[in-house]
């Protein structure tokens, strides 16, 4: 099983629309969470940490659910620019990053 | 502005070459990394290190080597021994803790020719 799971996509939504999706991680002890932002042939970006109370930056929501071993991203009044692929992010207990693969959200006008 | 440079940003090696990949960054963090992206998979980890030199294997250091001399600087050798190395090669820096995300360098893409 791999450590960090996401469901690849594509999600294409209008304009406006609101899009959420998961990922798994697979290590009980993980201790922090993040969501990377992708763009085509560019390097990752730090999108947000992710808080076990959850957190909001702008239209941006990030969860944790510790008990079933998931974060989510949801993304509201989606724009064109937010096009590009979500990496999940896991730490374990030796500072290494765990990535997920990614997931693609393609916004259409 | 402080930030994390590779170079170059493409790169053509010859089968049996060596060639190496730079990395440096002025942010002042501690721990350094190398990973590689091949298309629709996640990066995969082949080297870090924490601290000048020191430095270790991730999931995938066969056919790699690297080395820490200076704590600005994380150069990536690809041996000839890698057998499939065209990919899209990422370095990175953290600063202490484990609430510190990552911050990447542009990357380096190499093809084999």
């Known amino acids: 099983r791999k450590e960090v799971e996401q469901d690849p996509g594509p999600f294409n939504v209008p304009e406006g629309a609101t899009v959420a999706f998961n990922c798994t991680y697979s290590?009980?002890?993980?201790?922090?969470f993040f969501w990377y932002r992708q763009d085509c042939r560019k390097e990752p970006k730090l999108l947000m940490s992710?808080?076990?109370s959850g957190n909001e930056d702008g239209r941006f929501t990030a969860q944790l659910n510790r008990a079933s071993q998931y974060i989510s991203l949801l993304i509201r009044d989606s724009k064109l620019s937010d096009s590009a692929t979500y990496l999940c992010?896991?730490?374990?207990?030796?500072?290494?990053?765990?990535f997920g693969a990614g997931t693609t959200v393609t916004v259409r006008a | 502005d402080g930030g994390i440079t590779q170079s170059p940003k493409y790169l053509f090696r010859k089968e049996g070459q060596n060639v190496t990949l730079s990395c440096e960054q002025n942010?002042?963090?501690?721990?350094m990394y190398w990973y590689r992206q091949d298309p629709g998979q996640g990066l995969r980890l082949i080297y870090y290190?924490?601290?000048?030199?020191?430095?270790q294997k991730g999931d995938i250091a066969e056919g790699y080597s690297v080395s820490r001399e200076k704590k600005e600087s994380f150069p990536l050798t690809v041996t000839s021994a890698q057998k499939n190395p065209t990919a899209f090669y990422l370095c990175?820096?953290?600063?202490?803790?484990?609430?510190?995300?990552?911050?990447f360098g542009s990357g380096t893409r190499l093809t084999v020719v």
């Open positions: 942010l002042n963090h501690d721990a």
């Open positions: 992710v808080y076990s």
């Open positions: 290590n009980s002890a993980s201790q922090s």
């Open positions: 290190s924490q601290i000048v030199n020191d430095f």
């Open positions: 992010v896991v730490t374990s207990n030796d500072y290494k990053l765990s």
């Open positions: 990175a820096s953290s600063g202490q803790g484990r609430n510190y995300g990552y911050t």
